[in-house]
Nanobody
Framework: QVQLVESGGGLVQPGGSLRLSCAAS????????WGWYRQAPGKERELVAS?????????ADSAKDRFTISRDNTKNTVYVYLQMNSLKIEDTAVYYC???????????WGQGTQVTVSS
């Protein structure tokens, strides 16, 4: 199976930065890509940024020019990062790491990490 563990969330002031990390381990098969999603209270989960298996990236309009997704493959673990700069109050949410894998592009999720932007 696959396990995704997020870390790096916390409380930050507007304009500040955070770096989220996702450590993924297990048996990977036909990986389509990785992503960071977020869910704010009362809202649906939304895609923030994604990186394909070939390394191409996409960003939500709200994340462009502020967030950067990256990936680092080691022998047994894949690390997916989300560097978040110029954070805004509206970036407050639980952030989830996502993996799409297999012929059906099955979603695998981490437990989430809370990001709170507040003065």
């Amino acid at each position: 199976q696959v396990q995704l563990v997020e870390s790096g969330g916390g409380l930050v002031q507007p304009g500040g930065s955070l770096r989220l990390s996702c450590a993924a381990s297990g048996n990977f098969f036909m990986v389509s890509g990785w992503g960071w999603y977020r869910q704010a209270p009362g809202k649906e989960r939304e895609l923030v940024a994604s990186i394909s298996n070939s390394g191409s990236t996409t960003y939500a309009d709200s994340a462009k020019d502020r967030f950067t997704i990256s990936r680092d493959n080691t022998k047994n673990t894949v690390y997916v990062y989300l560097q978040m700069n110029s954070l805004k109050i509206e970036d407050t949410a639980v952030y989830y790491c996502n993996l799409k894998m297999g012929r059906a592009r099955t979603d695998f999720w981490g437990q989430g990490t809370q990001v709170t932007v507040s003065s």
